[in-house]
């Protein structure tokens, strides 16, 4: 059974740092370009960054550039999200998938892990 592990949320004060990371069982991620969503209370869940399988194409949401960094150990199975300067309106629950390297915001997988909530207080 494949499952997708997402942890490191939590809460944290505006201006604090977290980093997220997104594990999986029973499944590679060899050969997937990786990205995160999130999804806010009573919104739709969307692309917040992408890696591609060498990490040489990064692709970022405009509300998080300059303040998220993603990046993947390829040996580990793990993709990471690195959060800095968080603020109250990137409060979500965070997810991981694989996605079309071209078309980001298309996840691949019709599955999702359980995500890591981020709070952010204000």
């Known amino acids: 059974q494949v499952q997708l592990v997402e942890s490191g949320g939590g809460l944290v004060q505006a201006g604090g740092s977290l980093r997220l990371s997104c594990a999986a069982s029973?499944?590679?991620?060899?050969?997937?370009?990786m990205g995160w969503f999130r999804q806010a209370p009573g919104k739709d869940r969307d692309i917040v960054a992408a890696?591609?399988?060498?990490?040489?194409?990064?692709t970022y949401a405009d509300s998080v550039k300059g303040r998220f960094t993603i990046s993947r150990d390829n040996a580990k199975n793990t993709v990471y999200l690195q959060m800095n300067s968080l603020k109250p309106e990137d409060t979500a629950v965070y997810y991981c998938?694989?996605?079309?390297?071209?078309?980001?915001?298309?996840?691949?997988?019709?599955?999702w892990g359980q995500g890591t909530q981020v709070t952010v207080s204000s």
């Open positions: 998938n694989a996605v079309h390297p071209v078309v980001v915001s298309t996840r691949l997988w019709d599955y």
């Open positions: 029973g499944r590679t991620f060899s050969g997937y370009t």
């Open positions: 890696i591609s399988w060498s990490g040489s194409s990064i």
